[in-house]
């Protein structure tokens, strides 16, 4: 599998965003975060990997899409 660095130019912010919002309820400041800028990530329930996972997907889809190509180069024949 290669990776499609090139859809990284299509991403927009919100699709970005989409993805951040869905995980900021997990986030747990420390409670001296205003000094020391530190935190942590609760781990993630089943069901809210899957719907990472469809994200991630739905966003990969939409920019191929885009693209107008699959990634693919054709063989050239000799």
């Known amino acids: ?5 090139d ?3 299509k991403l927009t912010p919100a699709m970005v965003l989409e993805g951040v919002v869905m995980n900021t309820h997990r ?3 420390e ?3 205003s000094k020391t800028g530190i935190g942590s ?4 329930l089943t069901a809210e990997r ?4 469809a994200l991630s997907t739905a966003i990969i889809r939409k920019l191929t ?3 107008g190509t699959n ?8």
């Open 31 to 33: 409670p001296r975060l």
């Open 7 to 9: 859809l990284l130019a």
């Open 50 to 53: 899957a719907k990472e996972d």
């Open 65 to 67: 899409r885009k693209s």
């Open 27 to 29: 986030y747990k400041p």
């Open 41 to 44: 990530l609760s781990s993630a």
């Open 1 to 5: 599998m290669k990776l499609r660095t």
């Open 71 to 78: 990634g693919r180069k054709r063989a050239t024949k000799r």
